[in-house]
């Protein structure tokens, strides 16, 4: 289960569930992880790492790389995938990712 609960106030599960989470407002949304003192929970954002596509996600989990980057003054924000070798493969970590911010928490 990813860390925050859904607009609805349930569990989103990434095994069960999948990557992807259906917002009333912006439609389907990858899931993202973030630092939650910077980014709430439900918060929405366009992602461009300057060479795959750009996506809108969803900030629904989060972590102690997360948390610890944000206490060091810099943004992590973790893609969620369904298993290692699809992360593997998708091969989008970028030092030079922009983000654009489209709604705070929910």
């Known amino acids: 289960n990813v860390a925050c609960r859904t607009r609805e106030k349930t569990k989103h599960s990434l095994i069960t569930n999948g990557t992807t989470y259906v917002d009333t407002q912006f439609g389907e949304l990858r899931i993202l992880a973030a ?3 910077k980014f709430p ?3 929405v954002m ?3 790492n300057g060479r795959g596509e750009v ?3 969803i900030v629904l989990d989060t972590g ?3 948390r610890q980057a944000w206490k060091n003054n810099t943004v992590w ?3 969620a ?3 290692q070798a699809e992360a593997a493969k998708a091969a989008v970590t970028s030092r030079n990712t922009t983000y654009n911010v489209k709604r705070y928490g929910w």
């Open 81 to 83: 995938f369904s298993s």
């Open 35 to 37: 630092a939650h003192e």
């Open 55 to 57: 996506f809108t996600g």
């Open 41 to 43: 929970c439900g918060t």
């Open 77 to 79: 924000i973790d893609l």
């Open 46 to 48: 366009e992602v461009n």
């Open 64 to 66: 102690g790389t997360m």
